[in-house]
């Protein structure tokens, strides 16, 4: 459906006969083509701007190395910086504190919350050997309590027994002494969709915060999300002190600019991606692969890494 | 660079300029590409809005060009949703991908349909997600309307075979046919759409009468991907737009509006059973330009 940048930049620079350093007005011209590239791969408007300033001083004055082109330096210039600012610090879920861990995963509506929950703690138990217990406290959503509780079933983790009529906060409360004394080592806690800018809602994940103190507060967010990825991050960053950032819908074929949004805006690492509906289908982040995604190129980089 | 932060998120800072040159133009389409309108349609409402008002005009009314030329292509797409009288019943499968809010939605249809009066059935074709059946099943006891079920895991073209034989037996109004969410990219799982479409033809050829796409207003670009596929695997022919009540405004809309001309019958604005509204081109497009924002900051 999209042109690739790299397409877009040969067409530019196929233009220009002139060799050696890459010049201001070239780079400016390039860089109108990446703004409109990374705008089209649904990175928010801002992020472009201070993005393409940055690959801008980096790549003015730059030698082009003989064997690529000048559009094709550009790329991988802009390539490079996409992957230093996606995961320059790459890390996973930090399980370093005393037991029981907990971890809060918070979100828009229909995010993932639930589903990567229980993909969280089919990894712990499985692979990290991690005692787990799940918590829903989400009173809200139809039969959402249930739905984590039969993902604990089809997962083989404990989750905290349904208590009707109690409040979010109750139940927060409830799950960490129930976690303490079973002696687990992890307790996830899995909360009701919200829109960030509903006020008291957002009150209510930082009142949560409060009681569970959590060490990870991951966001969960859509890989498929549009400009709105900035005020999304920016708004649970304010209300809670966020550790992380989840990226769910990644086996779609969307070009998840959303995730140089939210890890740009937050500052927030990305620390897991979900790329299915089943329980295994949980991965680490490896920021070169949405870097390519989001600019939607083939081999150009590898093509100048070999020159 | 500017920060986020000192950029407005809408025209306020536009309005203090006296004419309409490019630089306010970069301004405006700014403005649309933050609403995800996307390029295309921004660069076409940006010159529509250059040609229609070359000279001459004042920055103040630019927001209204804009806010006009985005209604003017949603008006055509505006349509409520029409239930075939002639349909016993008339069926409406729910489709989408995962997490727009199909299944909330049906909960907010099915109660405006029991308001007009009209017999509705609902049926749990997600056999799928943990808990789909127990959440369609709250939502059927909410507006009093009876759930056809199966186990987990069963076929959902199955199931609704068996719900429009049921209500096609107890002469109901409306079926209601909820699906599993599902990426449009996967070739497996939306072939099972088009399954679930043939076996429906099997008692009525003239069913579904309404395939409906729930898209989520914080998508950006893909949304039109999944309008494409959707459409042409599963045949949809209307549109509902949730999740309005966030931050997003949902601008790509505008962009399947043009390009697709399926009507856009409702907007979900929250979670409750009375949240789902008209699809109203102006008051969308209002919002796009900003127009909430700066009457807020006027204030
Ligand atoms: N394809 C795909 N689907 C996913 C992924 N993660 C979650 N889902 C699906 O997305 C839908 C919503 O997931 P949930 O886990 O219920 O989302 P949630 O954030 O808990 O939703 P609320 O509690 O209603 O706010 C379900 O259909 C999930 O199966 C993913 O990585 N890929
Ligand atoms: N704020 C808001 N939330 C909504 C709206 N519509 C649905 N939701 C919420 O979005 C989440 C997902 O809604 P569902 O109806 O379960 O979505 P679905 O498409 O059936 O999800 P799957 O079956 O898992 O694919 C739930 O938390 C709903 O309450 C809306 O218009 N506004
Ligand atoms: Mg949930
Ligand atoms: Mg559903």
């Given at each position: 459906?999209?042109?690739?940048?790299?397409?877009?930049?040969?067409?530019?620079?196929?233009?220009?006969?002139?060799?050696?350093?890459?010049?201001?007005?070239?780079?400016?011209e390039?860089?109108?083509?990446?703004?409109?590239?990374?705008?089209?791969?649904d990175?928010?408007?801002?992020?472009?701007?201070?993005?393409?300033?940055?690959?801008?001083?980096k790549?003015?004055?730059?030698?082009v190395?003989?064997?690529?082109?000048?559009?094709?330096?550009?790329?991988?210039?802009?390539?490079?910086?996409?992957?230093?600012m996606?995961?320059?610090?790459?890390?996973?879920?930090?399980?370093?504190?005393?037991p029981?861990?907990?971890?809060?995963?918070?979100?828009?509506?229909?995010?993932?919350?639930?589903?990567?929950?229980?993909?969280?703690?089919?990894?712990l138990?499985?692979?990290?050997?991690?005692?787990?217990?799940?918590?829903?406290?989400?009173?809200?959503?139809?039969?959402?309590?249930?739905?984590?509780?039969?993902?604990?079933?089809q997962?083989?983790?404990?989750?905290?027994?349904?208590?009707?009529?109690?409040?979010?906060?109750?139940?927060?409360?409830r799950?960490?002494?129930?976690?303490?004394?079973?002696?687990?080592?992890?307790?996830?806690?899995?909360?009701?969709?919200?829109?960030?800018?509903?006020?008291?809602?957002?009150?209510?994940t930082?009142?949560?915060?409060?009681?569970?103190?959590?060490?990870?507060?991951?966001?969960?967010?859509?890989?498929?999300?549009?400009?709105?990825?900035?005020?999304?991050?920016?708004?649970?960053?304010?209300?809670?002190?966020?550790?992380?950032?989840?990226?769910t819908?990644?086996?779609?074929?969307?070009r998840?600019?959303?995730?140089?949004?939210?890890?740009?805006?937050?500052?927030?690492?990305?620390?897991?991606?979900?790329?299915?509906?089943?329980?295994?289908?949980?991965?680490?982040?490896?920021?070169?692969?949405?870097?390519?995604?989001?600019?939607?190129?083939?081999?150009?980089?590898?093509?100048?890494?070999?020159? | 660079?500017?920060?986020s932060?000192?950029?407005?998120?809408?025209?306020?800072?536009?309005?203090?300029?006296?004419?309409?040159?490019?630089?306010?133009?970069?301004?405006?389409?700014?403005?649309?590409?933050?609403?995800?309108?996307?390029?295309?349609?921004?660069?076409?409402?940006?010159?529509?809005?250059?040609?229609?008002?070359?000279?001459?005009?004042?920055?103040?009314?630019?927001?209204?060009?804009?806010a006009?030329?985005?209604?003017?292509?949603?008006?055509?797409?505006?349509?409520?949703?029409?239930?075939?009288?002639?349909?016993?019943?008339?069926?409406i499968?729910?489709?989408?991908?995962?997490?727009?809010?199909?299944?909330?939605?049906?909960?907010k249809?099915?109660?405006?349909?029991?308001?007009?009066g009209?017999?509705?059935?609902?049926?749990?074709?997600?056999?799928?997600?943990?808990?789909?059946?127990?959440?369609?099943?709250?939502?059927?006891?909410?507006?009093?309307?009876?759930?056809?079920?199966?186990?987990?895991?069963?076929?959902?073209?199955?199931?609704?075979?068996?719900?429009?034989?049921?209500?096609?037996?107890?002469?109901?109004?409306?079926?209601?046919?909820?699906?599993a969410?599902?990426?449009h990219?996967?070739?497996?799982?939306m072939a099972?759409?088009?399954?679930?479409?043939?076996?429906?033809?099997?008692?009525?050829?003239?069913?579904?009468?309404?395939?409906l796409?729930?898209?989520?207003?914080?998508?950006?670009?893909?949304?039109?991907?999944?309008?494409?596929?959707?459409?042409?695997?599963?045949?949809?022919?209307?549109?509902?737009v949730?999740?309005?009540?966030?931050?997003?405004?949902?601008?790509?809309?505008?962009?399947?509006?043009?390009?697709?001309?399926?009507?856009?019958?409702?907007v979900?604005?929250?979670?409750?059973?009375?949240?789902?509204?008209?699809?109203?081109?102006?008051?969308?497009?209002?919002?796009i330009?900003?127009?909430?924002?700066?009457?807020?900051?006027?204030?």
């Amino acid at each position: 459906m999209f042109e690739t940048l790299s397409d877009r930049l040969s067409g530019i620079f196929d233009k220009l006969t002139r060799r050696g350093a890459l010049s201001e007005a070239d780079v400016s011209e390039a860089m109108r083509e990446v703004r409109r590239a990374l705008i089209e791969a649904d990175v928010a408007l801002d992020v472009v701007k201070s993005f393409t300033d940055r690959v801008k001083a980096k790549a003015v004055g730059q030698d082009v190395v003989k064997s690529v082109t000048p559009g094709q330096m550009v790329v991988k210039i802009v390539n490079d910086e996409l992957v230093r600012m996606l995961g320059s610090d790459a890390q996973g879920i930090d399980l370093r504190r005393n037991p029981p861990v907990v971890m809060m995963m918070v979100g828009l509506q229909g995010s993932g919350k639930t589903t990567t929950t229980a993909k969280l703690a089919h990894r712990l138990t499985t692979r990290d050997k991690q005692k787990v217990m799940m918590a829903s406290l989400d009173t809200r959503r139809p039969a959402a309590q249930e739905q984590l509780r039969v993902l604990g079933e089809q997962a083989n983790v404990a989750t905290l027994p349904i208590v009707e009529g109690q409040s979010p906060t109750e139940i927060a409360e409830r799950a960490v002494k129930a976690a303490r004394l079973g002696g687990f080592d992890v307790l996830l806690l899995d909360t009701a969709g919200r829109t960030h800018i509903d006020e008291e809602l957002m009150a209510e994940t930082a009142a949560i915060e409060k009681i569970a103190q959590p060490h990870e507060t991951l966001l969960v967010a859509d890989a498929l999300t549009g400009q709105d990825a900035v005020n999304l991050a920016k708004n649970f960053g304010e209300r809670v002190d966020l550790t992380g950032i989840v990226l769910t819908r990644v086996d779609g074929d969307g070009r998840g600019g959303a995730a140089l949004s939210m890890r740009a805006v937050s500052g927030k690492p990305i620390k897991l991606i979900g790329v299915g509906e089943k329980l295994d289908a949980l991965e680490d982040f490896h920021p070169d692969r949405i870097a390519g995604r989001i600019l939607g190129m083939g081999d150009v980089v590898g093509l100048v890494e070999k020159a | 660079s500017r920060t986020s932060n000192a950029l407005s998120d809408n025209l306020t800072g536009v309005l203090t300029k006296r004419k309409l040159d490019e630089e306010t133009l970069d301004e405006l389409e700014e403005v649309l590409l933050k609403a995800d309108l996307g390029f295309a349609m921004a660069d076409r409402i940006r010159a529509l809005s250059k040609s229609r008002h070359d000279k001459g005009l004042g920055a103040d009314d630019v927001r209204a060009i804009l806010a006009e030329e985005v209604a003017r292509v949603l008006e055509p797409v505006a349509q409520p949703l029409e239930l075939d009288d002639a349909a016993k019943p008339h069926v409406i499968l729910v489709v989408g991908v995962n997490g727009t809010g199909k299944t909330t939605t049906i909960g907010k249809l099915a109660h405006l349909f029991a308001r007009n009066g009209k017999s509705v059935m609902l049926a749990a074709g997600d056999t799928f997600r943990a808990a789909a059946i127990d959440q369609l099943k709250i939502w059927g006891a909410r507006v009093g309307a009876e759930v056809i079920a199966k186990s987990v895991g069963a076929d959902p073209a199955g199931v609704a075979f068996e719900a429009l034989e049921r209500a096609q037996a107890s002469g109901t109004d409306v079926l209601l046919i909820d699906t599993a969410g599902r990426l449009h990219n996967k070739g497996d799982l939306m072939a099972e759409l088009a399954k679930i479409v043939r076996v429906l033809k099997k008692l009525d050829e003239t069913a579904p009468h309404t395939v409906l796409l729930v898209l989520d207003a914080t998508t950006g670009q893909n949304a039109l991907n999944q309008v494409q596929t959707f459409r042409e695997i599963a045949g949809v022919t209307n549109l509902v737009v949730t999740k309005l009540d966030g931050s997003a405004r949902g601008g790509i809309v505008v962009a399947i509006a043009e390009t697709f001309g399926l009507p856009i019958n409702a907007v979900g604005v929250g979670e409750g059973i009375e949240d789902f509204e008209p699809f109203d081109p102006h008051d969308f497009a209002a919002a796009i330009a900003g127009a909430g924002q700066e009457n807020d900051a006027a204030a």
